[in-house]
């Protein structure tokens, strides 16, 4: 499941010492293999779950509710936790929002959208029951409110994306947050825990705008109401620029937003969290000439790539299954030396051509033929 | 190509034997048997290691707790004996495996061949480049496959002879016992450092992370483990020595009944040039051998009493080469490959026999041996007690 986390930094000197002393009599293993090895749920630095309840919120959304190990550390709103989840024997890791506060002693809840092909999403959609076993890690990310509370503040949340800003919302009413606070939500059909996010707003007295694209689920074109746009949130919220904003949603609106925020010179007061790449990866190679060499180093291989193909799909379609999580970027667990050639990060569009250089394989694509280590 | 075109050559000694489109066809054959199998990788195989992990660990668990009081003499005994059967199912049936990738379908991050680092001290990253890379392309060729004879011992006729290798023997049973430094040490290649054959930077450039993993695995079992017996510490301390002596012992008897019983072929440079998949597959049948034997004792030698379908597959889930064995000595069978096995103490006893017999100096005529095995072996079996006996008592 997830590497061994570093030591605690918050965790007293006599823990510290306890477990490196245990990592050397255990070494080059973890003292968590062996405290596995007699109850699964004996672990030290290793972050495992159990799922103690399944809600199905709407058609594709469902909660699971998670009991964690007690070295779980408190997770501050809006972070998110890699969930490992083990199918056909084999690990499938991927990145999930906390959609509440944390409250000491009740379970964990992440708030999964289904996706067609998702492994992970369908499986707490169709199969997940109370009772089975997952991975977990800490918490992460820095997508939070700030330690001090700004005095007005602006949601803007696009589908499952309602999932951090709602955990910030469950924080600001378990804080008695007394400011000012505007949510809009841009939704097709239908809104899961919708409300949840009404009783969190009432109990803020704050305002929930909620835009559907496709009210009806028999006429479910975007034609039928146009997409939430950034002049439709600033119409919405004329003092937007006055307030520190929050969003996770479509790239197009973020980036629409950032763009509104810079032109006011707020862009410090601009916060978001980003669900998966820019651009679909193309999984599937072409057979058709001009077709780019991926040469893998350790494994001796040559595979056929295509640009705009990950490298990390390149190489599963040549039947590798390097080590990765949650293929967006966030996990870092493909990172991988890259010997030499161009690749793109589809995250940021940056293009890269440094020799022996680190990079992420789910969200990089190659440029020229490319030699990794792997 | 149809089987049936292909006539059984029961003295094919020679890749000569069998002709281009031949060894094409023995390479379909056997690439089919690989396709077929690891189509089949999945839940059971995960299952498989899953369980081997938990017992290893429990086992080990319970080695290193009796060994705390050892003061009982049953449970030393009983503690070294888990001990050493624990680290054996450790290095064999899960670390050498788990570093050849056959696991990475498990998408596990700890038991990704690339990123597994086990209870050995030849760093994985090391183990790799020596074992994965070198050992299993160049298999059995002189020179090459830096395993034949581990830097150390003359295994074939073509390596040197010096009057240094009447030796042999003694370093034999000294490199059977202490095979983990052994091969820690064939890795770094330090006889060709001494010679001035190799850089020495590159040798500290390797060596360095050895030390500190070796190092490591040392404090762990003769200093910390035994401190915390308190005065029990000396007897953990030779509970933890005779576990480690026992695997490293078991360990050499495996790998070299891999490739050195009788009749397993050696090659040369000349075997590489332009060498085909086909030939390549017919090199690592002809150049390995099997040790036949019950369930428990596959399993104790990673499966590498398999080590002719070891040498083929060596990403396939090493517990299912029983389950291809079969098929896999019928297609030698019918394109004429040597597919060699015996008991383990037949295997062992000829592997010794190579040892000894190239402690002399010479070279075999291969002609003679072909045309009349038979009472060269019986001679040479005499020959070769009166060399064990007395390599054991120089041991002793």
């Known amino acids: 499941m997830s590497s061994p986390s570093a030591t605690h930094t918050n965790a007293s000197p006599l823990r510290r010492t306890a477990s490196a002393f245990l990592r050397t009599l255990t070494y080059p293993h973890t003292p968590d293999d062996y405290l596995q090895a007699l109850r699964p749920s004996w672990t030290l630095d290793r972050v495992v779950a159990r799922v103690v309840d399944v809600r199905h919120e709407t058609g594709d959304i469902t909660s699971l509710y998670l009991e964690p190990s007690r070295n779980f550390r408190p997770h501050r709103a809006g972070q998110h936790v890699l969930l490992t989840v083990t199918l056909a024997g084999v690990d499938h890791t991927r990145c999930f929002s906390l959609s509440d506060a944390y409250r000491p002693g009740q379970p964990l809840r992440l708030t999964i959208k289904a996706h067609e092909g998702g492994r992970v999403s369908n499986w707490a959609k169709n199969a997940a029951r109370a009772g089975v076993r997952v991975g977990l890690s800490q918490a992460q990310g820095e997508f939070v409110l700030p330690e001090t509370l700004p005095e007005q503040l602006l949601f803007v949340s696009g589908g499952s994306g309602l999932t951090p800003l709602l955990a910030m919302a469950h924080a600001l009413v378990g804080a008695g947050y007394r400011g000012s606070l505007h949510w809009i939500h841009t939704d097709r059909t239908e809104v899961a825990l919708l409300d949840e996010m009404r009783e969190c707003c009432a109990a803020l007295g704050a305002q929930l705008h909620v835009h559907l694209t496709a009210p009806t689920a028999t006429d479910a074109t975007d034609a039928h109401n146009p997409r939430l746009t950034a002049t439709d949130v600033a119409s919405c919220v004329p003092d937007f620029a006055e307030r520190e904003l929050f969003m996770c949603g479509p790239f197009g609106l973020m980036d629409a937003l950032t763009a509104l925020y810079d032109r006011a010179d707020r862009a410090d007061h601009v916060h978001h969290e980003a669900f998966g790449p820019r651009s679909p990866f193309v999984t599937k190679l072409p057979t058709a000439d001009g077709a780019l060499r991926l040469v893998l180093a350790k494994s001796r291989r040559t595979l056929r790539a295509a640009p705009g193909a990950s490298l990390l799909s390149i190489a599963e379609d040549g039947g590798l299954n390097p080590p990765h999580g949650c293929r967006r970027g966030i996990c870092h667990t493909c990172k991988c030396t890259k010997r030499h050639g161009t690749v793109r990060n589809e995250l940021t569009g940056a293009v890269s051509d440094a020799p022996d250089e680190e990079i992420r394989l789910c969200i990089h694509t190659p440029i020229t033929d490319v030699a990794l280590d792997l | ?396």
Not at chain 2, 109 to 121: F, I, K, N, T, V
Request: proline share 6%.
């Open chain 2, 1 to 396: 190509m149809t089987h049936s075109d292909v006539a059984p050559r029961p003295q094919a000694e020679t890749p000569d034997a069998l002709d281009e489109a031949q060894l094409a066809a023995f390479a379909a054959e056997l690439d089919a048997i690989y396709q077929r199998t690891m189509a089949k990788v999945g839940e059971e195989d995960a299952k498989y290691l899953r369980d081997l992990l938990r017992l290893q660990r429990r086992t080990e668990l319970a080695g290193r707790t009796a060994l705390q009081f050892g003061f009982v003499p049953p449970l030393w005994l009983a503690g070294a004996g888990l001990l050493g059967l624990a680290k054996a199912l450790e290095n064999m049936e899960i670390g050498h495996n788990v570093l050849h990738g056959q696991y990475d379908f498990m998408g596990d991050p700890e038991l990704h061949g690339g990123r597994y680092e086990w209870d050995w001290s030849c760093p994985s990253e090391q183990w790799r480049h020596s074992h994965n890379y070198l050992h299993h392309t160049f298999t059995n060729v002189v020179g090459r496959d830096r395993d034949v004879g581990y830097g150390l011992l003359r295994m074939h006729e073509d390596q040197a002879w010096t009057p240094l290798t009447l030796l042999q023997p003694v370093y034999a049973v000294g490199l059977m016992l202490a095979f983990e430094a052994g091969v820690a040490v064939h890795d770094l290649e330090l006889n060709l450092a001494l010679t001035g054959r190799k850089p020495l930077e590159e040798v500290e450039a390797l060596g360095k992370p050895m030390l500190r993993k070796a190092a490591k695995l040392l404090l762990k079992d003769y200093v910390f483990f035994p401190l915390l017996a308190g005065p029990g510490a000396p007897l953990v301390f030779t509970g933890n020595l005779a576990a480690n002596v026992a695997r490293n012992a078991w360990a050499f008897s495996v790998i070299f009944c891999g490739h050195f019983p009788e009749g397993v072929e050696m090659y040369d440079d000349s075997s590489l040039e332009g060498e085909t998949r086909g030939a390549w597959y017919r090199r690592q049948v002809a150049g390995s051998a099997n040790i036949e034997g019950p369930r428990w004792l596959h399993v104790l030698t990673g499966h590498l009493s398999h080590q002719i379908e070891h040498h083929l597959y060596p990403d396939m889930p090493a517990w299912r080469y029983p389950q291809v064995a079969d098929e896999v000595q019928q297609v030698c069978a019918r394109y004429g490959v040597p597919y060699r096995g015996g008991t383990l103490g037949n295997q062992l006893r000829t592997s010794w026999a190579r040892i000894l017999r190239h402690t002399l100096p010479g070279r075999r005529k291969p002609e003679a041996e072909k045309a009349s095995p038979a009472p060269r072996l019986s001679r040479m079996r005499r020959s070769v007690r009166r060399s064990l006996r007395r390599a054991f008592r120089q041991a002793a």
